[in-house]
């Protein structure tokens, strides 16, 4: 099952070709198989091992994202510091200074 998604590459020196393939190979391979024990599902071991970069990264899918709302940026000029050129929205910089205020307590 390890061989259908093979991470070495030539030109790897061999402690590293031991240890990706110690990782890709035989530990993702047994998790898969635990999961697929535990869960009774049916899902191949390229997708699993998708599955675990995504959560590993962080990365959500579109689909559990909740709807979000429309926001409009209106852009001001900043005040104080800095030059005339420079805008800033005002809703974001309500947002920031809320949070920071939260932040401090």
């Given at each position: 099952?390890?061989?259908?998604?093979y991470?070495?590459r030539?030109?790897?020196?061999?402690?590293?070709k031991?240890a990706?393939?110690?990782?890709?190979g035989?530990?993702?391979?047994?998790?898969c198989i635990?999961?697929?024990?535990l869960?009774k599902?049916?899902?191949?071991?390229?997708?699993f091992?998708?599955?675990?970069c995504?959560?590993?990264?962080?990365?959500?899918?579109?689909?559990?994202l909740p709807?979000t709302?429309?926001?409009i940026?209106i852009?001001?000029p900043?005040?104080g510091g800095?030059?005339?050129?420079?805008?800033?929205?005002?809703?974001?910089y309500?947002n920031?200074t809320?949070?920071?205020?939260i932040?401090q307590r």
């Amino acid at each position: 099952m390890a061989s259908y998604a093979y991470v070495n590459r030539r030109g790897v020196k061999w402690y590293r070709k031991v240890a990706l393939e110690l990782i890709t190979g035989m530990v993702m391979v047994n998790v898969c198989i635990i999961f697929k024990e535990l869960t009774k599902s049916k899902i191949t071991v390229t997708s699993f091992r998708h599955e675990v970069c995504k959560l590993l990264l962080g990365i959500e899918t579109q689909t559990r994202l909740p709807p979000t709302k429309l926001v409009i940026h209106i852009l001001q000029p900043r005040t104080g510091g800095g030059t005339s050129d420079q805008k800033q929205c005002v809703l974001c910089y309500e947002n920031l200074t809320k949070l920071k205020k939260i932040k401090q307590r």
